[in-house]
């Protein structure tokens, strides 16, 4: 008989699967408003900084909306039908590695320049507890990855396209569980994760300074890292 090791659920994504059952449910409704963070915290038993995990990643998975001054509100628009059909497509087709990076650079590369111009104090915030994040668990494989998709699903939030932040949304999800087990490998090599790291905090300035330019060329510079490491 060969057993499995046991993997133990991170809380942040017990609230996240939580949240998610509350809106499939029709218990959370598009435009209303989450209770306060001390709130959830209380009602789940768990921490405030493990509310504000999976807050922080439904915001950057487009699920929720952080007013500042108001507060944290369901999302009013959902295309789920359409980016799942979209990836279904893609998926299918079977794509090679080289087409669809070089669709992320087009995608991503302006994405970058374009959070420059546009983003807004919360959008820098977010992005950087979601660089805290990624810097607090890239030991922990699986974590470190699932926020260095955050990270770049909140760049794309922060261009404020709503078109060009679908389509980073669905291409970015379905390349990070077609090659979870590679990024996982990625992140287990030495110094990959802490480059990593150093490329996501060179394109974040590159936006805190209001420099497109830059910003482009730090995504690009990182993309190009992450297919070679892909193609090992």
């Known amino acids: 008989m060969e057993l499995q090791p046991i993997k133990t659920r991170k809380i942040y994504k017990e ?3 939580q949240i998610k059952s509350l809106l499939a ?4 409704n598009p435009g209303e408003k989450l209770p306060s963070e001390r709130e959830m915290a209380d009602a789940l038993g768990v921490s405030r900084a493990s509310v504000r995990e999976a807050l922080t990643a439904l915001e950057a998975m487009g699920v929720l909306e952080v007013r500042p001054g108001e507060g944290t ?6 295309d789920k039908d359409t980016i799942e059909a979209l990836a279904l497509i893609w998926s299918v087709e079977r794509n090679s590695l080289a087409e669809l990076m070089q669709v992320r650079r087009i995608l991503e590369g302006e994405a970058a320049a374009l959070a420059a111009q546009h983003a807004t104090p919360q959008d820098l915030l977010n992005m950087e507890r979601l660089l805290e994040n990624m810097k607090a ?7 470190g990855v699932d926020f260095d998709l955050y990270f770049h699903l909140a760049i794309g939030r922060a261009t404020h396209n709503r078109v060009l ?6 291409l970015d999800k379905m390349m990070h569980h077609t090659f979870l087990r590679d990024r996982q490998e990625m992140y287990a090599s030495p110094g990959v994760a802490q480059r990593i790291i150093n490329e996501h905090e060179a394109v ?3 936006i805190r300074n209001r420099d497109p330019e830059a910003a482009r060329r730090g995504m690009l510079n990182h993309l190009d890292h992450v297919e070679a490491g892909l193609q090992k």
Not at 25 to 28: A, I, Q, S, V
Not at 73 to 78: H, I
Request: net charge neutral; no cysteine.
């Open 15 to 17: 609230i996240v699967e």
């Open 137 to 143: 668990t890239a030991e922990k494989r699986e974590q």
């Open 165 to 170: 932040y679908r389509l980073i949304n669905t």
């Open 73 to 78: 509100f369901v999302a009013r628009v959902s």
């Open 25 to 28: 449910e029709g218990n959370l």
């Open 204 to 206: 974040l300035q590159a």
